[in-house]
């Protein structure tokens, strides 16, 4: 069986609008209660309980996607192929539609047939828990006691907001590893939720 937050978080469709704050900028839901069981945006972290554990999903060629160091403190993410984005490692949230089947000698995923590199076994966290339900394996032993001041709220602090164009490759974390080359810089947005005196100049910081 499925814990809540685990379900809740596979079932759920980030990125959309919040209804509370329908007219600020960045107000896509992408943090993930792991108490209540549900997403809402950054703006709404000030009134959201302080000690309920959070955590954020990140969004990469229309896809969902999680920190691998963020997850692992979660749940068993042995056997999921990881990718690089932006010098850090993710996993995908849920399995990614494919146009035609991928099944043959080379190594695939379990559930989706995904073509994935050895040793990996699942393309996502979806596909590696949905396989373990399928096959009447117990979750409870691939997952965690988590400590919630790794969740806090005051993770999001000054949180960077990515308003760069979403697009490119994702590529996976075994090829990139090591890769020294060029990164094109991407734009961030700082979004403060401190106090501002009314009226003053909001300027860019000086790079």
Not at 45 to 71: F, K, N, T
Not at 137 to 142: A, D, F
Not at 166 to 177: A, F, N, W
Not at 190 to 198: E, Q, V
């Amino acid at each position: 069986m499925k814990p809540a937050w685990l379900e809740g978080l596979m079932a759920e469709s980030f990125f959309a609008a919040c209804g509370v704050h329908q007219n600020c900028r960045k107000n896509e839901k992408n943090i993930f209660c792991l108490n209540c069981c549900q997403s809402f945006c950054p703006h709404c972290l000030l009134s959201h309980h302080p000690s309920h554990p959070l955590l954020q999903v990140r969004r990469y060629v229309y896809q969902d996607v999680i920190r691998l160091d963020d997850l692992e403190k979660l749940i068993d993410c042995s056997y999921i192929q990881p990718y690089t984005i932006n010098s850090a490692k993710v996993i995908f949230l849920n399995q990614r539609a494919q146009s035609r089947s991928c099944k043959g000698s080379a190594n695939s995923c379990y559930t989706c047939d995904r073509i994935l590199q050895d040793p990996f076994h699942f393309c996502s966290l979806s596909c590696k828990v949905d396989y373990m339900v399928y096959q009447g394996e117990n979750l409870s032993r691939i997952l965690y006691k988590f400590d919630h001041s790794d969740f806090s709220i005051s993770q999001f602090e000054d949180l960077r907001v990515d308003v760069a164009d979403e697009g490119g490759h994702v590529t996976p974390s075994s090829i990139l590893e090591g890769y020294g080359g060029s990164k094109k810089k991407r734009g961030f947005l700082m979004l403060s939720f401190g106090n501002r005196r009314k009226g003053a100049p909001q300027r860019s910081p000086l790079s």
